[in-house]
């Protein structure tokens, strides 16, 4: 089943050809890809080679309504047939970004008012970069300009949002992040809790420590604070159940805008339409992407507070906007995301979430809970990872970091199951799509448990 063509198999052009991103170049020349995707259809994936896997990654936390959905496929030739594209420039419209932008607002938490589309996560949260510049200008506080992210948080990899992501192998070859760009204690237990301190003690502490280090920077010199409800690249960290609202409290009190990363907590995988509506978040601004159109095309948008677009729109005067691009508010990305929505609606995804999600948690504490390498297994909603450790009390992290984690997503792989070793850590992640049965869950988990052993022997 292998395709091939006269100058190779699709493994060797790859290899020749394609420029990699997260991969290792020399190797990745040398020896190719680890597998040629060439279908998917609900949550299995096939290789060039006819080989299956169950995806319990869902892409990148992305195809949430599934692999090979005809829905999104003939809104996509509906719209290209009718309109492929025309721009959103100086003040010209077509119908399917208003009617999606109309259709988000009704989700989306209490306050919000108009919608700025972009074409991903990255993109989006360097515009947001940008408006909070453009915010404070109009407001003529010109020095009030820095941004605060958090350690382990991830915003993409442009200039902006690489800065703005708390990853340092983001930032090692770049020279990121760029000034203004500050970052934070994150809600991560297993290595920031102190020895005895329940979780209420803890979103305290990282409320205070918030707090100093906007005084110690000036808080006439701080915009916002960045955070996704949930860290997701950087872990799976899910925070203790008082810190947004301890955190939210530390921002109104120094007039710092909140800028809530929802590229992939947004739109169900918690089982709400947004994190910010579980969580109790009450953003000013807000970024989406991945799930708006479950990555069928690239879309990703900011959506904007009535707070900030009054500023933005009433201080400007006569001024344009000097910000978008080409494929702003492009017709056949936001006619596939209404589609993808009215999917999530039909199938009532959202509830499907909430029941497959608590199967999910369950089972990645019945498989890991007690293992020899786990220090912490964590997770809410459809997302959850396992996290592995060099020793268990007190944690210690394997060295070199992230080579036990990266070991076990191989073994998984070479047995039929696509998962995710994180960033800088020995964190497997899960976050398969919305239409993922139970069973497959239950395989999923297996898999890599199987895998965690077999790995388990091999430290030992």
């Known amino acids: 089943m292998t ?3 006269p100058k190779g198999t699709l493994s060797e052009i790859d290899r020749r ?18 597998r040629v995707i060439v279908g998917g259809t609900g949550s299995t994936l096939t290789d060039a080679e006819g080989r299956t896997y169950l995806d319990a990654m869902a892409g990148l936390w992305c195809v949430n309504v599934g692999y090979g959905r005809v829905e999104l496929a003939d809104a996509l030739r509906d719209q290209a047939l009718k309109l492929p594209y025309y721009h959103s420039f100086t003040s010209m419209a077509t119908d399917t ?6 259709r988000i607002l009704d989700l ?5 008012s108009k919608v700025l589309y972009g074409n991903s996560g990255s993109d989006a949260n360097d515009t947001q970069v940008k408006l909070v510049r453009m915010y404070n200008n109009l407001l003529g506080r010109p020095e009030k300009k820095k941004i605060i992210s958090r350690r382990r948080g991830y915003h993409g990899v442009t200039v902006a949002s690489g800065s703005l ?18 970052h934070t204690t994150p809600p991560h237990r297993l290595w920031e809790a102190q020895p005895g301190e329940d979780d209420r003690a803890f979103a305290k502490r990282l409320a205070d420590d918030l707090d100093a280090l906007i005084r110690a920077e000036g808080p006439e010199t701080v915009a916002a604070f960045i955070a996704e409800p949930v860290q997701a690249a950087g872990g799976v960290i899910v925070p203790p159940e008082t810190y947004w609202a301890e955190i939210q409290e530390v921002l109104r009190r120094h007039d710092v805008l909140l800028i809530a990363d929802e590229v992939v907590t947004g739109f169900g995988r918690l089982g709400t339409w947004f994190g910010s509506q579980k969580l109790g978040i009450e953003p000013d601004l807000m970024t ?9 095309v690239p879309l990703s948008a900011c959506i904007v507070s009535e707070k900030v677009w009054r500023v933005l729109a009433d201080r400007n005067g006569s001024a344009a906007f000097s910000h978008g691009y080409t494929y702003t508010s492009h017709p056949l990305s936001c006619a596939c995301a209404m589609a993808n929505l009215d999917v999530i609606e039909k ?3 959202l509830e499907r979430v909430e029941t497959v999600g608590a199967h999910l948690q369950k ?17 809410i909603g459809l997302v959850g990872a396992v996290e592995f450790v060099a020793a268990q009390d007190p944690p210690a992290k394997f060295d070199p970091l992230g080579s036990v984690a990266a070991k076990v997503t191989k073994e998984a792989l070479d047995r039929g199951v696509i998962t995710r070793a994180l960033p800088e850590g020995d964190t497997v992640s899960f976050s398969p799509p919305f239409v993922v049965t139970e069973a497959e869950i239950d395989r999923m988990v297996e898999v890599v448990r199987e895998a965690a052993d077999v790995v388990a022997a091999e430290v030992a």
């Open 165 to 182: 992501t708390g990853l340092p192998g983001m930032h090692r070859d770049f020279d990121l992040p760029i000034d203004g760009i500050i």
């Open 347 to 349: 199938e009532n995804l």
């Open 3 to 5: 395709t091939t063509t």
């Open 97 to 102: 970004p208003a009617l999606l932008a109309e």
């Open 288 to 296: 989406v992407a991945k799930g708006i159109t479950s990555a069928y």
């Open 108 to 112: 989306a938490p209490a306050g919000m």
């Open 363 to 379: 089972r990645l504490h019945e498989a890991f809970d007690g293992h020899p390498l786990v220090g912490e297994v964590r997770g």
């Open 17 to 34: 050809h394609v420029f990699h991103p997260f991969s290792v170049l020399g190797e990745h020349e040398a020896h190719g890809p680890r």
